[in-house]
């Protein structure tokens, strides 16, 4: 199994910013891929930001130019840096993982507990 621990989040003012951490323990073998995803209240989950071993990052149109997916392979960890954060950003963010064993065949997917982020003057 994989376990992911989010932390980082907090209240800040709109133009601030942030840096979350998820770190990954466990069997982290074969994990292709890492990302954040967030659930604003009233509002279903959506992808955020993710990043693969081989290092390409995708964002969401909506904080691309302002969010930095990276990683931290020796501490096993994924970092999201916020700018210019807005109150619209207001969510839990949610860390994820994607393990494909493929001498198995077996595709996991695993989730962090959420960390909240509050933008609001």
């Known amino acids: 199994q994989v376990q992911l621990v989010e932390s980082g989040g907090g209240l800040v003012q709109p133009g601030g910013s942030l840096r979350l951490s998820c770190a990954a323990s466990?069997?982290?073998?074969?994990?292709?891929?890492m990302g954040w995803y967030r659930q604003a209240p009233g509002k279903q989950r959506e992808l955020v930001a993710t990043i693969t071993r081989s290092g390409s990052t995708n964002y969401a149109d909506s904080v691309k130019g302002r969010f930095t997916i990276s990683r931290d392979n020796a501490k096993n960890t994924v970092y999201l840096q916020m700018n210019s954060l807005k109150p619209e950003d207001t969510a839990v963010y949610y860390c994820?993982?994607?393990?494909?064993?493929?001498?198995?065949?077996?595709?996991?997917?695993?989730w962090g507990q959420g960390t909240q982020v509050t933008v609001s003057s």
């Open positions: 466990g069997s982290i073998v074969s994990i292709n891929f």
């Open positions: 994820n993982a994607d393990q494909y064993l493929g001498s198995w065949n077996r595709r996991y997917q695993y």
